[in-house]
T-cell receptor
Framework: ETGVTQSPTHLIKTRGQQVTLRCSSQ?????VSWYQQALGQGPQFIFQ???????GRGNFPPRFSGLQFPNYSSELNVNALELDDSALYLC????????????FGNGTRLTVT | EDQVTQSPEALRLQEGESSSLNCSYTVSGLRGLFWYRQDPGKGPEFLFT???AGEEKEKERLKATLTKKESFLHITAPKPEDSATYLC??????????FGKGNQVVVIP
């Protein structure tokens, strides 16, 4: 069973740039959620995709956007990067929408300078 | 308003010194409470789900319990490899979780 994989593992960007983060979900999982984790904080929900449609969004501005592909992999795009966007971005997959446990990848560490 | 509050924020234990971590929550109609373990530079790893008051679950030296207002994660005779941040979370929608800030545990040999 292949777990959740994320790429890249680390990324440094300049304020104002755009970034794309990628996630491959665990085999058999059709739901992908993205979380932002600032240093010393718990993960904060960004949005969720279920069968290629956005299925819920947290308190993040529209410059955070995403996609889910037919193979259930996903992308997180962030435009006009700000210094406060520096964080660990976590992708989690699950099966369906029944509050089954989320399986997280190891994240992408984004640093905005 | 915070839905999940964890205490203590940080805890240093001697190897073998048992202790408990607390997670209090304010959601009504709880649809499960989740515990995760997170090692530095890694994603959270699922430990337990608890659904109803009085429920208990165990895994090695960890035991999670649930009441109507809080959950406890008991660490019995911890070892250095139990050092991690333990995250508590509750659902606030379909598969979206509201996390606490975590309990950072360091076990000293």
């Amino acid at each position: 069973e292949t777990g959740v994989t994320q790429s890249p593992t680390h990324l440094i960007k300049t304020r104002g740039q755009q970034v794309t983060l990628r996630c491959s979900s665990q085999s058999g999982h059709n739901t992908v959620s993205w979380y932002q984790q600032a240093l010393g904080q718990g993960p904060q929900f960004i949005f969720q995709y279920y069968r290629e449609e956005e299925n819920g969004r947290g308190n993040f501005p529209p410059r955070f956007s995403g996609l889910q592909f037919p193979n259930y992999s996903s992308e997180l795009n962030v435009n006009a990067l700000e210094l406060d966007d520096s964080a660990l971005y976590l992708c989690a997959s699950s099966l369906g929408l029944d509050n089954s446990p989320l399986h997280f990848g190891n994240g992408t560490r984004l640093t905005v300078t | 308003e915070d839905q999940v509050t964890q205490s203590p924020e940080a805890l240093r234990l001697q190897e073998g010194e048992s202790s408990s971590l607390n997670c209090s929550y304010t959601v009504s109609g709880l649809r499960g409470l989740f515990w995760y373990r997170q090692d530095p530079g890694k994603g959270p790893e699922f430990l337990f789900t608890l659904y109803s008051a009085g429920e208990e679950k165990e895994k090695e030296r960890l035991k999670a319990t649930l009441t109507k207002k809080e959950s406890f994660l008991h660490i019995t005779a911890p070892k250095p490899e139990d050092s991690a941040t333990y995250l508590c979370a509750v659902p606030e929608g379909n598969n979206r979780l509201a996390f606490g800030k975590g309990n950072q545990v360091v076990v000293i040999p």
